[in-house]
């Protein structure tokens, strides 16, 4: 039986364990299998962070266990690492309930499927993540449901005038991930609810941390946990939080049927993640506004589009309800030709240029070619180039050389072209 009922031998502070007892009748392919299993004095060790378990199969005490209902049995979800990052999301969105999804873009896939059935219609703001729109256009549509976009910064009676009896989810993304538009989100859930109708939220850019939705009345919120909450750009992991048992139960069935598992590894990280995210969330926000209020001076920008900047057009929306910022925002470039985006970014050192965010490095891309697709309610219409940042934990001083030189290289491409 394994190690059950050796007794260690005391050296000092040092434990050597009694070799383990052989079966010599068993056939060494048997022993190889039997030896080293998992036991109850493996697990005893009260460690800082729960025991990290890998496991597809669960063994059942006894045959009644194998079907009574009453017992783990599969280590596709409730192994102890998901519980524990579960419970701790729970204490982040201030949730009853937390679903964990293998990403961000699953989290946002399985929390609409739970939730829709066909002949439903969908409104959602016209800035959403890309990925979620072509969920909704081209995956849902295939299901019978229905999408319909309104301009990202949509009022509540705005996006109620356009609700029908087949409205069954309102999609918000505040603010969105390239341009920053917000929506008035407590209004909207309140408006919605008050018709029947579910509000779900996209709120990667606040981590649950500096805004919580739940609290503002919306229903389920989503975010990649992915970007600030594992934080170091190696991890993919999604969740969503509930304050309702009905939906959160249907998240739960969503998960089963479709048998997107979370990997007891990357759930691991998350929650490794999750001890440091207020720490790096106020540094990223203040490296990050700093950097801003330089980009804001520079004579190559035209506008800066951050929610916690005082000319922003929501910035009020963003001081009533938020508690910080985090380290992304976009700027607009003064009109040049493409050409000069792209020396702009090539000069850039310490800025990859990369699509994620929410690690520990700085990140910079145009958005540009998103937008031709991606504005349907709204067309964006470009005065210049959209370069979006995000500010690292590297030192803002150097960040800003960096930038500099991204300027210098804009002005340098800007002129050849000209001239
Ligand atoms: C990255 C991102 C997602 C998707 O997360 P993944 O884990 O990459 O699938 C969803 N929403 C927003 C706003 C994001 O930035």
Redesign the pocket.
């Known amino acids: 039986m394994g190690r059950a009922g050796r007794r260690p031998r005391r050296h000092g502070r040092l434990t050597v364990a009694k070799p383990p007892k052989r079966d010599p009748k068993l056939g060494e392919a048997t022993r190889l299998i039997r030896a080293g299993e998992a036991s109850p004095q493996n697990l005893a060790a009260h460690t800082v962070s729960p025991p990290l378990q890998r496991a597809s199969t669960v063994i059942l005490p006894n045959a009644e266990a194998l079907y009574d209902g009453k017992h783990q049995t599969y280590g596709r979800m409730g192994l102890a690492v998901h519980d524990a990052l579960a419970d701790a999301l729970c204490e982040l969105e201030g949730a009853a309930h937390v679903q964990l999804y293998s ?4 989290a ?1 896939a399985g929390a609409m499927l739970s939730v829709l059935r066909a002949g439903d219609d969908l409104i959602a703001v016209d800035c959403v ?1 890309a ?2 729109r072509r969920f909704m256009d081209q995956f849902l549509t295939r299901f019978g449901v229905t999408t319909r976009y309104v301009g990202a910064r949509a009022t509540a009676d705005e996006i109620m005038a356009m609700a029908t009896s087949a409205t069954r989810l309102i999609v918000l ?1 505040s603010p969105g ?1 390239l341009t920053f538009e917000m929506q008035d989100v407590p209004a909207i859930a309140k408006a919605a609810s008050a018709r029947g109708i579910l509000t779900l939220i ?1 709120n ?2 606040a981590a649950g941390l500096t805004f919580k939705p739940l609290a503002h009345g919306v229903d389920l919120s989503v975010q ?4 600030y909450v594992c934080g170091h750009s190696d991890v ?3 969740s969503c939080a509930t304050n309702r048992q009905d939906l959160a139960t249907k998240l739960k069935l969503g998960v089963r049927d479709t048998g997107w598992a979370v990997s007891p590894d990357d759930a691991y990280q998350g929650l490794r993640g999750l001890r440091t995210l207020a720490t790096r969330m106020a540094a990223h926000g203040e490296a990050g506004l700093e950097v801003a209020r330089w980009v804001e001076q520079q004579p190559e920008v035209a506008r800066m589009l951050h929610p916690a900047l005082p000319g922003f057009p929501d910035h009020e929306l963003w001081k009533r309800d938020y508690t910080g910022a985090c380290g992304l925002f976009s700027f607009v470039l003064m009109p040049a030709p493409e050409a000069a985006t792209h020396a702009f970014l090539d000069a850039l050192e310490l800025f990859g240029l990369g699509f ?2 929410g690690g520990f490095e700085s990140l910079a891309i145009h958005c540009d070619p998103q937008f031709k697709l991606g504005r349907t309610a709204v067309p964006w219409t470009p005065d210049g180039s959209v370069i979006r940042l995000h500010v690292g934990q590297e030192s803002p001083a150097d960040l800003i050389a960096d930038l500099r030189r991204g300027f210098d290289a804009f002005n340098r491409a800007s002129t050849a072209k000209l001239g």
């Open positions: 990403s961000g873009a699953a946002v993540y990925p979620t993304e991930s996209d990667t850019w990649a946990l992915t970007k993919f992991l999604g994620s965010w």
